[in-house]
């Protein structure tokens, strides 16, 4: 009983979670791991606080970060690579103190695994050609907008203006 527990903690573990797209199908995201090496250069690209927040899967200051308030058109881009994740067109105020969005841009730029990390099971988002933490996905957002949150760091983000 021991083992079978240990190999399912272990499973669940590694597991990337099965998300369903925009067309209701089941889709099974496959998820980069970090190696040693990539560490250290993500520490050298890296700022303090995006390194904390990508690599080391932090978080930032609720209410205290660049673009919880941020109401610019434009798009957001991965602090990391450049790529493009999220609009401004469908950010929303949660009233988390996180930037909040109902959708990505597209679902090939980004992973949902589950998060075991605090003795609860959540959904994280990363980026899916680096396997850096975005932050979480949440069933909790606007009903008439598919009523997904997707709470972000500002610090895994740049903001490009359009």
Same mark, same amino acid.
């Given at each position: ?24 199908? $089941? ?5 980069? =791991? ?9 520490? =050298? ?16 200051? $609720? ?23 999220? &609009?401004? $067109? ?20 980004? $992973?949902?695994? =589950? ?38 760091? &500002? ?8």
């Amino acid at each position: 009983m021991r083992k079978l527990v240990g190999a399912m903690m272990l499973v669940s573990a590694i597991t990337v979670f099965s998300y369903k797209n925009s067309n209701g199908q $089941a889709e099974r995201n496959k998820v980069k =791991e970090i190696t040693a090496a990539e560490r250290a250069m993500w520490k =050298e690209k890296l700022t303090k606080t995006q390194y904390h927040i990508m690599v080391e899967k932090g978080t930032e200051y $609720a209410f205290r970060n660049e673009y919880y308030d941020n109401h610019d058109k434009g798009v957001y881009v991965s602090a990391a690579t450049g790529d493009v994740l999220f &609009s401004s $067109a469908d950010k929303y105020d949660s009233g988390t103190g996180w930037p909040s969005f109902v959708k990505p841009v597209s679902m090939d730029k980004i $992973a949902i695994v =589950e998060d075991n990390s605090l003795g609860i099971t959540r959904l994280e988002v990363v980026e899916k050609s680096t396997g850096l933490h975005l932050g979480h996905v949440f069933d909790d957002g606007p009903e008439d907008r598919g009523g997904k949150r997707y709470c972000l760091n &500002s610090g895994a983000l740049k903001f490009i203006r359009k």
